[in-house]
């Protein structure tokens, strides 16, 4: 299992020097989200900063952009990293991608089952496999000439990797991608009743095996020796739950753990705009089920007690701020990766049910 650091909010000057300090540490891949900075810009520096980590994307929102932008940019970021880049899509919300994007948003799941599979035509045509000749249900690319054609790199194969919460983009991710972002807001009881099976069910509709589609997991840590580290830790993260719980789409999730109606709840205090009633809605039954809570010395144990053999690489889910001015909590993070680095657990495989 790996251990990754989550970017988000980092400003592309901070970006270099991050990167370079994350490989130092010994950290296993760097994830870019699309935030408040563009996510490609990030993982340029990155790959181009460092020899070894995996530098990816997580996520960059997928239906704003052409599939063949998206190809163009990853295969130039999969020949800079030589083979190091991992393109992750996601589809956010419908309020986002319509009014935030002004982008369509119809029928998201098939939607982005497409653009995968046009990008994978795309990469196809500029490695020299054939002309490009791509017609899906969402998607139709008939046209690249010479002058437009990066052409062939070392590495072409440019892993894809798709973010979601519920069952249904769970099973496409396993039926025609490399990999599944799972989203913060999950349980380990949520995994391995709903996304795990999920994907081995679209992997075996694929005629592929399970192992083939790496789960990256994001985990809300709150790590401290102190109840003066641990309390306003504990406050952030419950207010993090409350705000995504507030959205119907992570009902299920909630349901799983047979916490009927908060999700609800929480939906109504979002429409009240009264946050701090929101907090109070999330239990210390419900932050030990959806965070990971520990001293420093025991962190990467719990951790990987908890998600050893359940999903393939670990991120834990904070805001970077820059370790260069605190070195005691740099030794610390670097102390978790090297625990981690020496650990090879492998993951189980649920049995598909036939669903």
């Known amino acids: 299992m790996e251990l990754d650091l989550y970017?988000?909010?980092?400003?592309?000057?901070d970006?270099?020097?991050?990167?370079?300090?994350?490989?130092?540490?010994?950290?296993?891949?760097?994830?870019?989200a699309e935030t408040k900075h563009n996510p490609y810009l990030g993982c340029a520096l990155a790959t181009t900063s460092t020899s070894r980590i995996t530098v990816g994307t997580d996520i960059a929102v997928a239906f704003p952009r052409s599939p063949m932008v998206t190809a163009q940019v990853a295969w130039d970021l999969a020949a800079a990293s030589e083979g190091r880049f991992i393109l992750g899509l996601g589809t956010q919300v419908k309020g986002h991608v319509e009014r935030r994007f002004s982008s369509a948003f119809d029928h998201p799941v098939s939607r982005l089952r497409d653009y995968v599979l046009s990008l994978r035509a795309i990469w196809n045509?500029?490695?020299?496999?054939?002309?490009?000749?791509?017609?899906?249900?969402?998607y139709s690319f008939s046209l690249l000439t010479e002058f437009f054609n990066p052409g062939p790199i070392a590495h072409p194969h440019v892993p894809v990797y798709v973010a979601g919460v519920n069952s249904l983009i769970a099973q496409m991710a396993g039926e025609v991608c490399d990999g599944f972002h799972i989203h913060p807001l999950?349980?380990?009881?949520?995994?391995?009743?709903?996304?795990?099976?999920?994907?081995?069910?679209?992997?075996?509709?694929?005629?592929?095996?399970?192992?083939?589609?790496?789960?990256?997991?994001p985990v809300f840590v709150i790590a401290g020796d102190s109840e003066a580290e641990l309390e306003p830790q504990r406050r952030s993260v419950r207010r993090q739950i409350s705000f995504y719980g507030s959205t119907r789409t992570y009902r299920p999730v909630f349901?799983?753990?047979?916490?009927?109606?908060?999700?609800?709840?929480?939906?109504?205090?979002?429409?009240?705009?009264?946050?701090?009633?929101?907090?109070?809605?999330?239990?210390?039954?419900?932050?030990?089920?959806?965070?990971?809570?520990?001293?420093?010395?025991?962190?990467?144990g719990v951790l990987l007690k908890r998600y050893g053999g359940v999903v393939d690489r670990v991120i834990p889910y904070f805001e970077y701020t820059g370790w260069h001015d605190a070195p005691e909590l740099r030794e610390r993070w670097s102390a978790v990766a090297h625990t981690f680095a020496g650990s090879r657990i492998a993951r189980h495989s649920p049995q598909v049910d036939g669903a």
């Open 125 to 138: 045509a500029f490695q020299g496999n054939g002309k490009l000749a791509y017609e899906g249900d969402f």
């Open 15 to 32: 970006v270099k020097r991050m990167a370079e300090e994350a490989e130092e540490m010994g950290l296993s891949g760097l994830w870019f």
């Open 7 to 13: 970017c988000f909010g980092v400003p592309l000057a």
């Open 186 to 217: 999950h349980s380990t009881s949520y995994l391995e009743s709903v996304i795990k099976p999920a994907i081995a069910r679209g992997a075996s509709r694929a005629g592929r095996d399970v192992s083939e589609v790496t789960l990256a997991c």
């Open 255 to 300: 349901e799983v753990e047979e916490w009927d109606g908060v999700s609800d709840e929480l939906h109504r205090l979002m429409g009240k705009g009264d946050l701090d009633a929101m907090e109070a809605v999330i239990t210390d039954e419900m932050l030990d089920a959806f965070c990971v809570t520990a001293s420093w010395d025991n962190l990467a």
